[in-house]
């Protein structure tokens, strides 16, 4: 089993609401990733967490936050977002954080639209 | 910034081979070459990935130059369904391990 789910699969939401989106895997994989992408754009990194632990933040905003509960488990929390956060935002998986050395595959979720109002 | 450099598009008749280049002339010895795709709208999806000899799985087959500069994708019958963004990436290394560092892409079109 590759997979990666993430819920929901379309989020709307006004700029003062406070969301959340869940990731989700069971292969016991212990690096996780978010990821934006906007229109006809590739992925951007955002968070990595290896072993639960916030490993890289590439200099998101405070106002996504996210959170690693366990090692199946990934949110992404969303409050005061602004219309340009509109994308979809992509969860992936990986057995460890991988270095140059190694081969680990990253296994992408079929991600969230998110639309800002 | 991206490590690698690819042609922005490409069209590819179905049962024909598709043959999509990339550049990474910049790439270390201990740098991984990996291929993802994206069809529309989807999460983007590993093909294939290679360090220095060809590889091939049921997906594609990756061809690495000797000197590593650059590396090609073989689908060897595309099909519609092969329709994406298909993305060449170096691991790029960091303190804290890497991450997939996404550049522009092919967008490969299959036809009838």
């Known amino acids: 089993d590759t997979e990666v789910t993430q819920t929901p699969k379309h989020l709307v939401m006004g700029m003062t609401n406070k969301k959340s989106l869940k990731c989700e895997q069971h292969?016991?994989?212990?690096?996780m990733y978010w990821y934006k992408q906007k229109a006809k754009k590739p992925p951007e990194l955002m968070f990595v967490?290896?072993?639960?632990?916030?490993?890289i933040n590439e200099s998101v905003p405070s106002r996504f936050s996210p959170e690693c509960p366990n090692s199946s488990l990934l949110n992404l929390h969303l409050h005061a977002l602004q219309p340009e956060d509109s994308a979809l935002y992509l969860c992936a998986s990986s057995k460890r954080l991988a270095g140059a050395y190694s081969t680990d595959t990253q296994y992408f979720g079929p991600g969230t639209r998110l639309t800002v109002l | 910034d991206a490590k690698t450099t690819q042609p922005t598009s490409m069209d590819c008749a179905e049962g024909r081979a598709a043959n999509l280049p990339c550049n990474h002339s910049t790439i270390s010895g201990n740098e991984y070459v990996y291929w993802y795709r994206q069809i529309h709208s989807q999460g983007p999806q590993y093909i294939i990935h290679?360090?220095?000899n060809n590889e091939t799985n049921e997906m594609a087959s990756l061809i690495i130059t000797e000197d590593r500069k650059s590396s090609t994708l073989i689908l060897p019958h595309a099909t519609l369904r092969d329709t994406a963004v298909y993305y060449c990436?170096?691991?790029?290394?960091?303190?804290?391990?890497?991450?997939?560092?996404f550049g522009k892409g092919t967008t490969l079109s299959v036809s009838s």
């Open positions: 967490y290896s072993y639960e632990k916030l490993s």
């Open positions: 990436i170096v691991r790029v290394a960091g303190q804290a391990g890497t991450a997939l560092i």
């Open positions: 292969m016991g994989h212990r690096a």
């Open positions: 290679g360090l220095k």
